[in-house]
């Protein structure tokens, strides 16, 4: 990531003689490239897991599940009532109606029991086995591309330079919350504190521990690392790590969005499609004030 004023030069045939000084390029093409990357694995790894969840609609804490055990944490099902058929959430022994949505849903007349509904899996019908070939496909593709962005952005500095918060960072912290709170955005080019803590800790743990619960919960990796599934406290634990790890992706991606809106869409976009992007105005010192005799 590199920051230049656009001018028409060698370096940058493409670019249109300008003197404005605020527009600079802010993201790399390696940059631009791995969030694509990562947007589109993460997609169809979260809608094509949905379908494979929906095979075992509950999460269990412990290496084992059954209906000798009393380890369920998180269910959805459908069940039927005086009112007719009804959809239900349990959270930790709390059960909530989600008809329409989560446990019963579909066309009116022919809604089924469904734990998420069909237009929120890849594929929309029942297929398992082909729901696993995608999300199996796009997760190679994610953590390819994450061990060869954490290679490349340590050997050209891109991690210490342009992630890794700085003492004066973390001084600007309540700052940063509060000006985020009223939402005030200062555009530059470096990522403020919030923004440094948000994508190092998707960077460097939740898409890492993604990745790791993945990897625990397939029985060939089991006779690879066998110690894998033991640390993280058994398959089951692992796949509700899993499963909570990609709903705070889902809220990183929600917030992510906001920020976006919230900051001015066109200037965030253009940055992350072509690179360039506008920064404030520089500040203009005082001039000094000539005194009379």
Known sequence: ??????????????????????????????????????????????????????????????????????????????????????????????????????????????????????????????DLGTARVIHFFFAWILTTTLIVWFVASTVNGHLRRDLAPRLDDLKRLPQDIVDHAKLKFHHTREYNTLQKMAYGGVLFVLLPLMIITGLAMSPSMNAVLPFLNDLLGGRQTARTIHFTVMVLLVGFFIIHILMIVAAGPINELRSIITGWYRTDPPAQDDKPVERSA
């Open 1 to 126: 990531m590199e920051s230049v004023a656009r001018s028409q030069s060698a370096a940058d045939p493409g670019a249109s003689a300008s003197n404005d000084k605020t527009l600079i390029y802010r993201q790399s093409r390696w940059t631009r490239l791995t969030h694509w990357l990562w947007a589109i694995s993460l997609f169809f790894m979260l809608l094509s897991g949905l379908q494979i969840f929906n095979a075992r609609p509950q999460l269990y804490i412990g290496k084992e599940s059954g209906f000798d055990y009393n380890n369920t944490i998180f269910a959805i099902g459908a069940e039927n009532t005086n009112a007719g058929p009804r959809g239900y959430t349990d959270i930790f022994g709390h059960r909530f109606d989600t008809t329409g949505v989560l446990g019963w849903s579909g066309p009116a007349g022919q809604e089924t029991s469904r734990a998420f509904p069909s237009w929120a899996t890849i594929p929309s019908y029942y």
